[in-house]
């Protein structure tokens, strides 16, 4: 082969894999958008459904006996969510209250750390989510991240001495005795929703 051809050949190789490879990036790219599109919904559906179902449960049964029913209701929610969408959905926290459900594995823990570092730099925790495409050893996975953050109701079970109140202390140390998720003030970053969703690049047009 001479020196033009080969040439030639290594440009249509060059190109031939540029094309191949671009068309399912861009693919990936719009499913991500979508992926995002679909967990900023579930997310926002979610928190305000689980929140309301706390609040309903401390002026129902009172603070004792709701944090008690968490231990039951959130892991129901989580589940619920996830299987009704086809995802995996839980609430994790870089210092977990549930040490099953809560524990934020090395992805999370990362996310949390970052968006840590943006909510010091002045972003708005409303702004921040984080949405990436992410390989595992068996699966690749899209994944969602999006910051809780404390208000006065979250402190009456997870705020400092000042503002927790008393029965929720006690029912913590009963049914949370690893408990780490206490101490927190107003503004606070405490956890985030996280969603996992398998990425399957046959089903991905
Ligand atoms: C009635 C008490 C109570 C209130 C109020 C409350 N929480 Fe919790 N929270 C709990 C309990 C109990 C758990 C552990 C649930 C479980 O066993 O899965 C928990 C778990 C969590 C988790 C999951 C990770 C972990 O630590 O296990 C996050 C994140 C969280 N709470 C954030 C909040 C935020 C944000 C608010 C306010 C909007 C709030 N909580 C209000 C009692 C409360």
Redesign the pocket.
């Given at each position: 082969m001479n020196h033009a051809k080969r040439k030639n050949l290594m440009t249509s190789l060059s190109l031939l894999l540029l094309f191949s490879g671009s068309i399912p990036l861009q693919a990936q790219e719009l499913k991500l958008d979508e992926f995002a599109r679909q967990s900023r919904r579930i997310t926002a559906n979610f928190?305000a459904i689980i929140?309301r179902r706390?609040?309903l449960?401390?002026e129902s049964i009172g603070?004792f006996a709701?944090?008690?029913v968490?231990?039951?209701t959130?892991?129901q929610a989580?589940y619920e969510y996830s299987i009704k969408n086809n995802i995996i959905l839980?609430?994790?926290?870089l210092?977990?209250?549930?040490?099953?459900?809560?524990?934020a594995d090395a992805w999370e823990q990362a996310g949390l750390q970052k968006i840590q570092k943006m909510l010091k730099n002045g972003r708005q925790a409303k702004e921040i989510e984080i949405v990436e495409l992410v390989p595992e050893p068996a699966e690749t996975y899209y994944r969602y991240m999006s910051p809780?953050?404390?208000?006065p109701?979250?402190l009456?079970?997870?705020g400092t001495e000042k503002d927790i109140s008393q029965e929720?202390v006690s029912?913590?140390k009963l049914?949370?005795p690893n408990?780490?998720?206490i101490g927190y003030h107003l503004g606070d970053l405490?956890?985030?929703v996280s969603i996992k969703k398998v990425y399957n690049p046959l089903n991905e047009k």
């Open positions: 928190t929140i706390c609040e449960e401390v603070l709701a944090t008690e968490c231990k039951i959130a892991p989580y839980k609430l994790v926290s210092n977990p209250r549930n040490v099953v459900t809560g524990h809780m953050i404390a208000t109701f979250c009456k079970c997870h929720a029912s913590i049914f949370y408990d780490k998720s405490m956890g985030a």
